[in-house]
């Protein structure tokens, strides 16, 4: 089940929404989000849902363990454990068949390749898992002692498949707290709709134009294809992801649960380091938190963590060859950067940073975009004067008229508008009815313009439900 089908915004949704207010005590709250977020996350597929259970009850106990030792030794055994189990997991579901079959072509081996179905998820949820326990052992939280409540923090339903990447410091006082306000369902319904038009209206439309040029055909494409097809690329992936992360934050909060943010306009950054302080912001305080401290390079060489923290993002986002090199790619720049420092960054033009970090992001996603190596070596010359195609074709003129309001629309909304608009409201004394009704007539209509094109639509899940 995902957040963008009729389904789930006519039926689950609004089942999960009377269930949670129809009961009144906190502990019947969380146990309605639990029966549905495991509901949730069987959808299609019931055996996935046991390996959830599983990592719960061993990371329950490995929390418990690391409250209760007595010594500093027992509580970094428990700790290894758990690192090892939670690591291990994504390694078996994630990268064992990536990894068999280039043992088989350096040592020209035979051993069978492993078909393991990826589990939704699962590194999302193993990382908020590991977030926890090295935080019990750290002695930034306190191990949970009730199951069921540790169970509602990792299964949660509206962060549990693409993040944000929640810790449980961050939401721990709401499992028992928690209250929702009308303006909370509010925001939370704005924030939901908004992220459900970035979706269906923006990304999934964006998609198929991307698909028409770039899906199978990077050999044929010209210099100018080539280029409109990427950068169509790199909008349709911000609205999706973003657009979850919106529908996740949104429907967190009318349950009462304040997510961080995970996405900040990132497009407007001027350089690399600011585009990751404002993309996919939890994964990257995850690493900058959890990682960082413990490389075996630590503050001694910099710039050699720094790259083992991009390997390991660039390894995060799948078993593919491709995403190793598109994290040493923006470890690259980062670390390029890091040794220019921040005022000789500031001495270049404003216009030339731009130019600079969007060129840099743009051909990063093609690299992140073609996991077959003959694709993205054609993809390379394709950008280049090179490309044995030519520099134009008709078929991207008429592509781009055909579809000018959307691809306007999209780079609008890479801007603050709904930032703007608050401070316009907030400013707007005597017209708080007028704004109020605006934002409801506005939300109605993308709500309605987005169920519209979800019937008879082919259902394009989150991109990042894979990862």
Known sequence: MIFSSLIFLYAFFPLC??????????????????????????????VRIAFLLLSSVINYFIGIGIGKAKTDKIQKLLLAGGLVYNIGMIGVFKYSGFITENINSIFRANIPVPDIAVMAGISFYTFQIISYIVDCYWGKVEPQKNFFKL????????????????????????????????????EGLTRFVVGLAKKVILADQLLRIVNDFLQGKVGTLTVAGTWYGIILYSLYIYFDFSGYSDMAIGMGRMFGFHFNENFNHPYLCKDIQEFWQRWHISLGSFFRDYLMPVTFFGRRNKYLSLLLIWLCTGIWHGASWNYVIWGLYYGAFIMLENALGKKRMNKI????????????????????????????????????PANPNGWGSVIEVISLCNNLWLIVAAVICTFPIMAAAKKLAARSEGWDTAISVSRTVVCAGMLLLSSVLLVDATTNAFLYWRF
Not at 18 to 32: E, S, T
């Open 17 to 46: 929404l009377i269930a949670y207010f129809l009961v009144k005590p906190i502990k019947g709250k969380n146990a309605v989000l639990i029966v549905f977020s495991l509901v949730f996350y069987a959808w299609g597929e019931p």
């Open 151 to 186: 169970l509602l923090y990792i299964c949660l339903f509206p962060q549990l498949i693409a993040g944000p990447i929640v810790r449980y410091s961050t939401i721990a006082e709401e499992i028992d707290n928690r209250h929702t306000s009308i303006a909370d369902l509010s």
């Open 349 to 384: 033009p404003i216009v030339i940073r731009h130019i600079y970090s969007k060129l840099v992001i743009i051909i990063g996603f093609g690299i992140f975009y073609f996991e077959d190596f003959n694709e993205l070596g054609m993809f390379f010359r394709n950008l280049t």
